[in-house]
Structures are given as C-alpha cells and as structure tokens.
C-alpha cells in the first residue's frame, strides 16, 4: 500500500469513526498518511474528528496534532477545526476548546460569513456555553465583531439567554450595534418579550427610540408579538422615554400594530399615555380602518373605545374605503359584523359612501356570502342605503348578488326587486342581473330555477342582449348543468328566441353541442324540436353538427341531428372541413363509429380541405387515435381515394410515416400506393421513415423495392439520413441491401462524414469502413472525416483507428488545415500518436494562407501546453519566422500566454529571436508581459538585447503609473483585452482613458513639466521638433521610446569620442608647436641671407659693371627666399585658425552631451536609460 492510498484511508475513516477508528488512524499517520490532506472541500482529518460524536474524540485530536496537524487550516467556507468543534455537542467540548487555543488556535478567525468560534457558541445550546464564552473572552475573542452585521448581542438577544447578554455587556459589547437592517438588540429582544434582557440593556444604555431601516421602533416591535408581560414592557419602555407616536416608513404607528392585533389592553395604555387616535398610515388608514380589517372578538370594544376618543368614523384611504366598507366585505365579517355596522351607523358613517371603485357597503354586502346577509341589506335600505346605486361598470347592488355564492341569493333579490331595484339594469357591457344569474353556475338547482322564475316574473327581459349580442338563453346552454335543461324550458316557453345570433353568429344550440355533458342530448333535441334551425352556420360557416364532431360527444347528438336534416356535407368557411373529415382527426372513442355512421349516411369520402387532404390522408396524421389503423381500412374500403396528395405533394405514405404510424405504413405499402413517391422536397417514404426511426417501416420497405438510393434535394439519401440520427440497425439493413456507401450529397460528404460529424459512433464507422467506405473522402472543404473527428471528437480510440487504417494525416482542407493541426489542442496521447506517423509539424506560409492558420498558432489557439516541449524537440522551429501583423496579435499574445505558464524562457527566446525584425511590435508585446511578472525576469534580463530590453523598461518605468486599470496579471488566459488594452492606453492614450486618468493627467503638472524640460532642451541643442517626445503624441509612445533610445545612443556614442578628440587636439597642437620652430629656422636663417646681401650690393655697386650678371642671379634667389618664407607664415596662421575651430567645435559637444547626461540622470528621469561608461562619467 502507498502513502496515497493510506491517505485515502485517513480520511474515510476520520469521516466514518468506530470504537476503533483510533487505532487504525494511528496506524495510518506511522505508515507515512498525510495527517493534513484536504478533501475537495478542503478538510482535514481534523476537521471531521472535531465535529464527530466519536467518544475517543479528545484522544484522536491530541494525537494529530502531535504529529503535525494544522490546527488552524481551513475549509473552503474558511472554517478551521475550533469552528467545527464550537459547533458540536461533546460531553468534553470545553476541554477540546481550552486544548485546541492552548496549541495556537487562532481564537478570532472568521468563516466566509464573518462568524467566529464564538459566534457558534453563542448559537449552540450547551450546558456549559456560559463558561465557553466567558473563557473565549479571556483569551481574547473580539465580542463586536459582526456576522451578516449582527452582533453575538444580536444573537443571545434572541434566544433569551440573560446571563450571556450580562456577560458580553460587562467585557464591552456595543448595547447599541445595529445590524444591515439597522436592528439593535433591544429590537431583538422586544420580538421575544425578553422582560429580563430588556430591562438590563437599557439599564445599560440601550436606545429605547432606535430605528430600523423601516423606522420600526422597540414598541412596534413589542406589539406584534404580544404575550403576558407585553403590558410591563410597555409601560417601561414608555417610563423609559420611548416615543409611542413614533411612525415607520409607511408612517405606521405604534397603535396601528396594536390594532391590527386587536390588543385592547396595549389601545387602552397607549392612549392613556397619550397616544394620537387619529393618527394616519400613507396610505390615509386609520386605526378604525385597521380595526375593521383584522377583527377578532375584542373588535366591538376596540371600535366603540375609538369612537369614544373622537376617531373620525368616515375617514377614506387613499382607495376610498370608509371603515364601513372594510366591515361588509365579505372576507371581514364574523359574528358581531351586524352589531358593528350598527353601532357606526348609529355613530353617523356615511351609508352611501362610494370607494374608487363607486362601490358602496350595500355593494359590498351584496356580494357576500355572510348568513345574515339579509338582515344587514335590509338594515341599510331601513337607514337609507341607495338600492340602486351604481359603481364604476354600472352594475347595481341586484348584479352583485345575482353574482353572488350566497345561500340566501333569493331573499335578496326578492327583497331588493321588492323594494324597487331596476330588474333590467344594464352594465357598461349591457348586461342585465337576468344575464348573470343565468351564468351563475354555483347555485342549487331549485334556487336558481326559483330565482329565474322570480325575475321573470318581475318583469325582466328574457331577450336581453349583451353588447355581444348574447342572450340569456345562450348562456344557460352553454352552462349545460343539471339545472339548465329546466330553465332553458321555461325561457322557450316565455318567449326567448330560440334562433337568437350572438356576434360570433352562434345559436342556443351551437352552444349547446359544444357542451359534453350528460344534458346534452336532452337540451339538443328541446331546441330542435322548438324550431331551432338544424343548419344555422356561425360565422366561420360551422352547423352545430360541424360543432358536434368537434366534441368528445357520443354518437347519439350526431345521429340526432342527421336524422332531423343535417346537412351531412356541409363545409367551415376558411379551413373547408366536413364533418368526416373533422372527426378523422379527433381523438374521440367514438370516431370510428361515427365514421361508419356518416359514410352510410352519404358522407363524401374523398372531400378534401383546402390542404387537398381528404379523410383517409388526415387519418393517417391521426397518431393520437387509437384506432387509426381500423379507421384507415375503412375509409379504403369505403373507396376513399389512397393516392391522394397533399399542396406539398406529400402521399399518405409520407404522412404515415412522419406520424410515426408504422401499422398505417405497411398497410397503405401493401395496398399499392407509390412507395418512390416524392414530395416538393424530394424526400421519399423511405428517408422519411428514417428521420422518425421507423426501422420497421424502413425494412418493409426495402423488401418492396424501393428505390435505396434515391435522393432528395440536398442530394442526401436514405443512408445520409439514418447516419444522421445513428440508427445502427437501419444502416445495416440499407447497406447489406445495396446502399451506396459512398454516396455524396451537395456538400460533397458521404455517410462515413455524416455519422463522424453526428454521433462518431466507433462501431459504425467501423462498419462502414469494412464494407467499403472511402476513409479518405473529402468533403467540398476537402475535409476528410479524420478532419472532422479531430476537431469534433477526443476519443483516442476514433483518431487510432482512423490512422491505422490508412487515413492521411497530412491531407489539406481548403482552410489549409491537417488533421494533425486540428488535433493540436487535444490530449497529449492523441499527439503523440500522430507525431509517430511523421505529420507535417509546420506548413510553409504560402501567400495565399492566413497566417493565423499555420499549426504553430493552432497550437497556441487552443493554448496547449506542452507546445514547448514539442517545439524544443522539433529542429523545425529555428526555421520557423513568425510575423505579430493585424492577423495574428491575438494569437501571438495566446502564445506568450502559454509560455509564461510554463516558465519556458528558452522558447520564448527563440520564439523572440525568429520574429519578424523589421517591427519590434511582437518583441515589445513579450517583454510586455515579462517585465509584468508573467516570466522569470533576472533569467529573461541575462538571455535578451538589452537594446530592446532598455528602451522597453525605461518605457514602463517612466509611464506605468498613468496606467491606473492596467494590470496584465489580472487577465485571464482567452482574453484579448491585455493586448488591446495596452495599445488603446499606451498608445497616444487614445480613446480608451477613463475619465480618471484624463483628469489625473490635465491637472499633473509633473507630466507638463516634464515634456517642457525636454523640448527647451532639444530646441537648445538644435535638435528637430520630431525628436520631441509625446509631441501630440501622434507617432505613438513606441516610437518615441525608439527616438529618446536613439538619441541617448547618439550622445553616448559622443561621450565615447571624448577622449579620442582629447587625443586628436593634443596631437594638433604638437604639430603646430614643430611647425612653428621650423618658420624661427626658417627666419633666422632669411635675415643672415639679407646681411649677406647687402655686404653683396655694396661690393657690387664698386664692382656693377663687373658683375652685372652674378647680381641678377642673387636677387632673384632672394626673391624665391622671401616669397617662401610668405607661403610658411600663411600655412602657420591657417593652422592655428583651424586649431581653434576644432577647440570650440569640441568645447560645444561636451556641452551639449553634458547637459544631456545630467538630466538623463537626474531624478526626473531616473532609471530610463543605460548609466553612461565612466569615459562619461569622467568627462562631467
């Protein structure tokens, strides 16, 4: 057994422990188990011996944590063991507290809903929990910290525990703490009527006015819930100072709540204290209005006490219900209802008053179905209630209550006919009180006969018609009860008209035989034999026998009414349907032997819809008949024509087998009809039948010769189609019957494509593939189906099979895809598999292929992370050049990604290295995300050009802090938005800056500061304005770190010169030097020639005749003398002038670069750029 497998077992047994769990988990930890593994939940051995009921409980946790348990490790709730052992009920819970703090438990650690060990404590019901929590106090427990912002005060405030409240009060705890609703602990203890633990906090300060988020005071808590001592506690709050007219939101006061719990002694002692009686909710409630809805045998007194104090007895809520209409609504009265109306009316409540609705309380009471209803409406008229009075829709008090479920209905009425109700009122829809007695289908018979009789007698109009032209007479035959054929007599027989149309153009018996009841037949034959007309069409040309085979009705209302003249034939208006051709699609029990009935009686049994369907094609569509097939044999005995198509050219085969009806099928095949039949679509029986599985169909047909291969207009056939919906068994039967296996439909795919793009069935693909289909097909992409599986499925056992027998890996689609390609993002097994049968790693970059499209960036696509070992391993990859244009950022990005999980620095250098060099966009993305944490950075410092490195550094260094939303680490793996984010921020800033940093920047005055130093320097030193950085910022910030990198390049390579030009100077000067003791040579040795000379002209002048010649010839070497001596003196000057130059030239430069190296390095620029070499250092 290995140290997993023991591990396991530690934790199975810690969950499930026994008498000897203790030996065997001792057993586990000595043979090398993990005593602090972690479930999926993150729970140790601990954590389930602490909260277990196990009696060696103790012995088990010293033990673990003897041999290194974590003591404070957590679950993914952020529970540590003390949660879980405050949480259980263990004799020895106290002792496990004090052993657990004594080894470090952290005494204050909080779950992820902020509860502390105390927290559970203080919710446990422990004998000991008083001695817990005062023993976690001193040791430290925080006794404020809150859970849901309620405090441990809110918690023992609810469970009536005095000693702990004393106990957290006296070390501290906040009296007044409110939780996210703004409850205190006194409002907590008032909802348990904790007398004790009331009187102690606001001993101790609590706020006895302290409002929760909906204004709710202690009071109006102490009022909801009412026991013994709610009367003492009131009257301390009250000696306390609590405001007892305090309103919440809804502007309830505390004697609101009192009323709406009919608490008479708590009313009585709120008004003694001086409470407002006429005080009023939002929505203009009184208490008499809260009274009057929550009534209960204290109401007559509560109500009497209020008159008594003044209370406006006619006040209106905003709805404008009187107290009045409160106490006749049905849903308010009781035993002592009468005795209250009477007393308020007797107080002076407006009978007559109307709510919103112009309801009065006669209305009200009308419509209820209180026992003494009676009394209370005549007690109303008796004080001068409106009997006729109308609400909003005009219905008066008689349409109330022949609405009503009242058992005494007729006394009402009858007494309100007596007492001058109109009989024939009419509502806003014109309907009279006759009109809704007659749909009053909850009286008793008799009573409503009674009823019907009675008004009839009153006068009312039996031929009423309601603004849809409805009579009573169509209602009761609609209603079709028990009662109605009684009444519907009665009507015919005073008068009512029995052909009366309603706007739908119907007739009493229309509506009568859409009725399915047992009284059906009955009233039918009445109306028929009072004339009703047997032929009358409604307005979609429906007869009441059309109506009649609708229905669920028995045979009998059919026969009936053939048999009085129905017209057998006759059609509806729009859908042309006959009574045949209407029940051949009913799901009726008795659609057969109505079938036989009206064939016998001359039905045509070729009638068609105005689909073209004649009864036998819509049988065939009856799937929910369970006759269907015996109704389909009729109708073909009958003669009904089995050939017969549908508009869309659908058989009656077709329709067969979409309804899945396979007996209907076989036999309609048998009988002869086409089983090559097409329609509009050019789908025959047989790929139906294979869309809807019918496999028995399907085999049938194959015995009869259909046409196997036929296609429809997708090309597709029969084998496409059970391909596409896997039916093993019909694929079979088709192919051992000559299927074409290699058949293609318009996009160019075979079933062998299919069945890999649906259901990759192995079995079927390698059935397929043994009877000859073609391995290497291609779709019209090119896609064969290795194609298709390896983008489809993961199933190694589908890609091996499809290699071992022989399918290219190395094929093209149009989308210059391989199989290997696609399958780069799957398991490693299924990688290796093809890198054994020698695929094409990485495909040339055509100029007509996307470059997003090459394996490498399939590879990164799918974010497969043992790319790098593939490309360390392949000696492909230096050749591989990777451009980062338009196309591709997204996924060069995927690919940077990918090597930062892997911490490969090595790919990422070649990666870097065998990008495109004419733009440094891609490197610059890399060292992005390397300088942001993604890769080692001292290893990526030590491997790259420090050129690039540099110029990005100083980037970030000098313009991160702009950069407020950007931080890369924070995005996930598929998201572009690092990418884009730091060319849309960086990048001119451009329009994707929050208004935070465009505020930050305007009032920065530091950035403006800065970009002024560098233009006054640049214009000073006589650069062009392009040199200047963020100008407009149209060039972009990566352009300007390239030119600020260049400029310092070029005034290093300055500094470098310096001491060369020093060098230089030194030797010009040297050279002046010995030219200049050369011209003194050259002059002394000029003035002893002219002694010479003149000692020479004297001799010649004695001697001029003698020596003419010789004279001539002296002076002109003299001349030559003077003349040269000319030329030296020239060069000398314009040696010095040039020396001179050369100085200033020289001074000029090391100003400039000493400018520029100081404020290269001054702090304001500080860690932009590569420290200058000592030469500079020097020279400043």
Request: charged letters at 25%.
């Amino acid at each position: 057994m290995n140290q997993s497998e023991e591990t396991k077992i530690l934790i199975s047994i810690c969950k499930n422990q026994n008498e000897n769990s203790i030996e065997i988990i001792k057993s586990l930890i000595e043979k090398g188990a993990n005593v602090n593994v972690k479930t999926i939940k993150k729970e140790t051995p601990l954590h389930f011996i602490c909260q277990s009921q196990n009696e060696n409980k103790f012995e088990i946790i010293k033990f673990l944590i003897e041999k290194g348990a974590d003591i404070n490790a957590k679950t993914f709730n952020n529970e540590t063991p003390l949660h879980f052992i405050c949480q259980s009920q263990n004799e020895n819970k106290f002792e496990i507290i004090k052993f657990l703090i004594e080894k470090g438990a952290d005494i204050n650690v909080k779950t992820i809903n902020n509860e502390t060990p105390l927290h559970f404590i203080c919710q446990s019901q422990n004998e000991n929990k008083f001695e817990i929590i005062k023993f976690l106090i001193e040791k430290g427990a925080d006794i404020n910290v809150k859970n849901y912002e309620e405090s441990l005060l809110h918690f023992v405030c609810q469970q009536n525990s005095i000693e702990v409240v004393k106990l957290l009060i006296e070390n501290g705890a906040n009296v007044n703490a409110k939780n996210n609703y703004y409850l205190t602990p006194l409002h907590f203890a008032c909802q348990h009527n904790s007398f004790e633990i009331i009187k102690f906090l606001v001993s101790n300060g609590a706020d006895v006015n302290a409002k929760t988020i909906n204004n709710e005071t202690s009071l109006h808590f102490i009022c909801q819930s009412q026991n013994e001592d709610s009367i003492k506690i009131i009257e301390f709050l009250i000696d306390n100072g609590a405001d007892f007219n305090a309103k919440t939101k809804e502007d309830k006061a505390v004697l609101h709540i009192a009323c709406q719990q009919n608490s008479i002694e708590i009313i009585k002692l709120l008004i003694e204290k001086g409470a407002d009686v006429n005080v009023k909710t939002i929505n203009n409630e009184s208490l008499l209005h809260f009274i009057c809805q929550n009534r209960n045998e204290n109401t007559f007194e509560i109500i009497k006490l209020l008159t008594e104090k003044g209370i406006d007895i006619n006040s209106q809520t905003n709805e404008e219900k009187a107290p009045l209409h409160f106490i006749c609504q049905n849903e308010n009265q009781n035993e002592n209802t009468f005795e209250i109306i009477k007393f308020l009316i007797e107080k002076g409540a407006d009978i007559n008053a109307k709510n919103e609705e112009e309801k009065t309380s006669l209305h009200f009471v009308c419509e209820s179905e209180s026992e003494n209803a009676i009394e209370i409406v005549k007690f109303l008229f008796s004080k001068g209630a409106d009997i006729n009075a109308k609400n909003e829709d005009d219905k008066t008090p008689l349409h109330f209550a022949c609405q009503s479920q009242n058992k005494n209905i007729f006394e009402i009425i009858k007494f309100l006919i007596e007492k001058g109700v109109d009989a024939n009122a009419k509502t806003t829809e014109e309907e009279t009180p006759f009109h809704f007695i007659c749909q009053n289908q909850n009286q008793k018979n008799q009573e409503l006969n009674k009823i019907v009789k009675f008004l009839v007698s009153k006068g009312a109009d039996i031929n009423a018609k309601t603004s849809e032209q409805k009579t009573p007479l169509h209602f009761i035959c609609k209603n079709g009860n028990e009662n109605s054929f009684e009444i519907i007599k009665f009507l015919v027989s005073k008068g009512a008209d029995i052909n009366a149309k309603n706007e739908e153009e119907e007739t009493p018996l229309h509506l009568a035989c859409q009725n399915e009841n047992e009284n059906a037949i009955e009233i039918i034959k009445f109306l028929v034999s009072k004339g009703a007309d047997i032929n009358a069409k409604n307005d979609e040309k429906a007869t009441p026998l059309l109506i009649a085979c609708e229905q669920q009705n028995p045979i009998e209302i059919v026969k009936f009414l053939v048999s009085k003249g129905a017209d057998i034939n006759a059609k509806t208006d729009y859908y042309e349907e006959s009574a045949l051709s209407i029940v051949c699609q009913n799901e009726n029990e008795n659609s057969f032997q109505i079938i036989k009935f009206l064939i016998e009686k001359g039905a045509d049994i070729n009638a068609k819809n105005y689909e073209g369907e004649n009864p036998l094609l819509i049988a065939c569509q009856n799937q929910k008949n369970k006759n269907a097939i015996e109704i389909v044999k009729l109708l073909f005995s009958k003669g009904a024509d089995i050939k017969v198509k549908t508009k869309d050219d659908q058989t009656t085969l077709h329709i067969a087998c979409q309804k899945n009806l396979t007996e209907v099928a076989k036999f309609l095949i048998e009988k002869g009809v086409d089983i090559n039949a097409k329609n509009k679509s050019e789908e025959t029986a047989l790929y139906i039948a294979c869309q809807n599985h019918l496999t028995e169909v399907v085999e049938f047909l194959v015995e009869k010769g259909v046409d196997i291969n036929a296609k429809n207009k997708n090309e597709e056939t029969a084998l496409h189609i059970a391909c596409q919906e896997n039916l093993t068994e019909v694929i079979e039967c088709l192919v051992e019957k000559g299927a074409d296996i290699n058949a293609k439909n318009k996009n160019a795919e075979t079933p062998l494509l299919i069945i890999c793009y649906q259901s990759k069935s192995i079995e079927v693909i390698r059935y397929l593939v043994e009877k000859g289909a073609d391995i290497n097909v291609k779709n019209k992409y090119h896609e064969t189906p290795l194609h298709i599986i390896c983008r489809e499925s993961d199933s190694f056992e589908l890609i091996n099979f499809f290699i071992e027998n022989g399918a290219d890996i190395n094929v093209k689609s149009t989308r210059h895809q391989t199989p290997y390609l696609l399958s780069t993002g799957k398991d490693a097994k299924i990688r290796q598999l093809f890198l054994l049968n020698d695929p094409i790693i990485f495909s040339s970059l055509e100029s007509k292929i996307p470059q997003n499209l090459v394996p490498l960036l399939i590879q990164i696509y799918s974010l497969n992370q043992d790319l790098d070992k593939l490309l360390k391993s392949n000696e492909n990859f230096a050749d591989l050049k990777i451009t980062c244009n338009d196309s591709s950022n997204f996924l060069v990005h995927k690919l940077i990604l990918l090597l930062r999980f892997n911490n490969d620095n090595l790919v990422l250098q070649n990666f870097i290295n065998n990008c495109k060099k004419k733009s440094r966009k891609d490197v610059q993305l890399a060292l992005n995300f390397i300088y942001t944490g993604f890769c080692d950075f001292e290893e990526f410092y030590n491997q790259f050009n420090s050129e690039v490195y540099y110029s990005y550094y100083s980037y970030f260094q000098h313009y991160l802090e702009y950069s407020s939303t950007f931080n890369p680490t924070d995005y996930s793996p598929y998201s572009t938005f690092p990418y884009y984010s730091y060319y849309s921020y960086f990048n001119n800033f451009y329009n994707y800056e929050t208004d935070e940093i465009k505020e930050k920047k305007a009032i920065d005055s530091n950035w403006i500061e800065k970009q002024k130093i560098i233009e006054e320097f640049f214009k000073e030193i006589g650069l062009d304005s392009n040199w200047i950085i963020l100008k407009s910022g149209r060039r972009g910030v990566l352009k300007d770190i390239k030119l600020l990198y260049d400029l310092k390049k070029e005034f290093t390579i300055i500094y470098e010169n310096l001491n060369q030009n020093q060098n230089q100077n030194q030797n010009q000067i040297q050279n002046q030097i010995q030219n200049q003791n050369q011209n003194q040579i050259q002059n002394q040795n000029q003035d002893e020639n002219l002694n010479q000379n003149q000692n020479q002209n004297q001799n010649q002048i004695q001697n001029q005749n003698q020596n003419q010649d010789e004279n001539q010839n002296q002076n002109q070497n003299q001349n030559q003398n003077q003349n040269q001596n000319q030329n030296q003196n020239q060069n000398q000057n314009q040696n010095q002038n040039q020396n001179q130059n050369q100085n200033q030239n020289q001074n000029q430069n090391q100003i400039k670069a000493h400018k520029l190296i100081l404020l290269l390095r001054s702090d304001l620029f500080k860690g932009m750029f590569l420290t200058v070499n000592d030469s500079s250092n020097q020279s400043s």
